[in-house]
């Protein structure tokens, strides 16, 4: 597992590459990590650290809360998270990171919860296609039918698709391209939509799997080549 950060969903913009292209971008206000305790293999069996991330009010922690943060001599964190890495040699208790993790990324794995949609039917939640909407079908044109079975067995089997509660979980989006770091303010911008509303807690880190392909400067800089090649040619 990777090291990540924590950050908090601003909204969604638009980004005019060099190129000319528009491209419609997420920013994300990135809060810096404090490592709070170090964690060996001697000690519990793995590599790992623990993070702290925000601010919170002392007056809002448990007892056993403040008497951590007070051993570890440092101001409360709202979030505490851990990460196992291969080596924490080059980590130490106190120690702040934050964007510059990500210098040479170029797309990363985002996981922040959906909008909340409240109780839902069977056409909105699931995409039913409903009853019809004449010949004798009475104040049903929405339902979602039949979901048991006959007398064998005579039940509604777990996991059935219909109405409940929509949304306000957890997803992670995956392969998302960085278009701009600003190192100074602390802010991401990446490729596309994220799940969730403004002021969502948003969780970033490396992409889990390899990816081949090109970022929007690359294409164009490849197209850009080919043009060029073409014209020698003639």
């Known amino acids: 597992m990777s090291i990540g950060l924590l950050g908090t969903k ?28 170090v964690i060996t293999k001697d ?3 793995y590599n790992a650290i623990k993070v702290g991330f925000g601010k919170i ?24 998270k851990e990460f196992r890495i291969g080596n924490n040699d080059q980590f130490k208790e106190g120690n702040e990171f934050g964007l510059e993790i990500f210098k040479d990324k170029k797309f990363l794995d985002v996981r922040s919860k959906t909008i909340g949609k409240g109780f839902a039917g069977g056409m909105k939640r699931w ?3 409903g009853l019809r909407a004449s010949h ?4 049903s044109h929405r339902a979602h039918g039949s979901t048991g079975q006959n007398q064998d067995p005579g039940k509604v089997f777990k996991g059935k698709k219909m109405a409940g509660h929509m949304g306000d979980k957890v997803r992670t989006m995956l392969n998302l391209e960085i278009i701009k770091s600003d190192l100074d303010n602390d802010l991401i911008y990446l490729r596309g939509s994220i799940p969730g509303s403004k002021n969502t807690t948003v969780y970033l880190r490396e992409s889990v ?11 164009h800089e490849a197209k850009i080549k080919k043009a060029e090649a073409k014209k020698g040619k003639k």
Not at 60 to 76: A, N, R, S, W
Not at 209 to 219: D, G, H, Q
């Open 10 to 37: 601003l909204g969604m913009t638009r980004e005019f590459m060099k190129s000319g292209q528009s491209v419609p971008v997420t920013v994300i206000k990135i809060e810096k990590g404090r490592v709070l305790d």
């Open 43 to 45: 000690k519990r069996g």
């Open 57 to 80: 009010k002392n007056s809002k922690l448990t007892k056993q809360m403040k008497g951590y943060f007070t051993k570890k001599k440092t101001e409360p964190k709202k979030i505490l």
């Open 127 to 129: 995409n039913f296609s």
């Open 136 to 139: 004798g079908v009475s104040v």
């Open 209 to 219: 799997k390899n990816i081949s392909r090109k970022t929007v400067v690359e294409k």
